[in-house]
Nanobody, 116 residues
Framework: QVQLVESGGGLVEAGGSLRLSCAASGSIFSINLMGWYRQAPGKQRELVAQFSRGGSTDVADSVKGRFTISRDNAKNTVFLQMNSLKPEDTAVYYC??????????WGQGTLVSVFS
């Protein structure tokens, strides 16, 4: 099993920055993809950014140039640095680990609220 523990998030003024962290524990070797999704009120959950096992990244067009995904392999932690935040970035952000065998593991979610 894989467990994900998120931290970060909060309330920030438009143009500000936040950093999210997601620490993975358990069967780390079974993780294929790891990254961040978000779900805004009334909308479907969407991919924000993720790492593949090989280290390549996928980043949503809506956040390119503003959000950066990074990781600390020694600590099994993935980060999401969010700069130039906009009100439309307001959402619950979820850490996700896609395991080999098509199993999805989700963090508890952390709320990011951006006000103008």
């Amino acid at each position: 099993q894989v467990q994900l523990v998120e931290s970060g998030g909060g309330l920030v003024e438009a143009g500000g920055s936040l950093r999210l962290s997601c620490a993975a524990s358990g069967s780390i070797f079974s993780i294929n993809l790891m990254g961040w999704y978000r779900q805004a009120p009334g909308k479907q959950r969407e991919l924000v950014a993720q790492f593949s096992r090989g280290g390549s990244t996928d980043v949503a067009d809506s956040v390119k140039g503003r959000f950066t995904i990074s990781r600390d392999n020694a600590k099994n932690t993935v980060f999401l640095q969010m700069n130039s935040l906009k009100p439309e970035d307001t959402a619950v952000y979820y850490c996700n680990a896609a395991l080999f065998g098509s199993v999805e593991v989700w963090g508890q979610g952390t709320l990011v609220s951006v006000f103008s």
